[in-house]
């Protein structure tokens, strides 16, 4: 079973920056995917980053230009950087993972408001 720990949400002005971090139990080398997904209330869960294993990252549209993922190989953790947010942002971001035998695996979640 893969444990993962969401940190570093919170609630910025427009305009503001946030850095998320996941915590994994397993190396985040172990792993076929890495990724962050978001959620807001009556909507589904949606793409907002994903890191292949050899590094290839994919944004969705709505965070091009403003989010970068990345992995920190000393402190095991995959990271969101979120510059320039606005309102829309506003969700409860999770971290996912799927194993080589396609097993989904996800963080409790953690919340960003984005609100002047």
């Known amino acids: 079973q893969v444990q993962l720990v969401e940190s570093g949400g919170g609630s910025v002005q427009p305009g503001g920056s946030l850095r998320l971090s996941c915590a994994a139990s397993?190396?985040?080398?172990?792993?076929?995917?890495l990724g962050w997904y978001r959620q807001t209330p009556g909507k589904q869960r949606e793409l907002v980053a994903t890191?292949?294993?050899?590094?290839?990252?994919t944004y969705a549209d709505f965070v091009k230009g403003r989010f970068s993922m990345s992995r920190d190989y000393v402190k095991n953790t995959v990271d969101l950087q979120m510059d320039m947010l606005q309102p829309e942002d506003t969700a409860i971001y999770y971290c996912?993972?799927?194993?080589?035998?396609?097993?989904?695996?996800w963080g409790q979640g953690t919340q960003v408001t984005i609100s002047s």
């Open positions: 996912n993972v799927f194993s080589w035998g396609d097993s989904a695996f």
């Open positions: 890191m292949s294993r050899n590094g290839s990252t």
């Open positions: 397993g190396s985040i080398f172990s792993f076929k995917s």
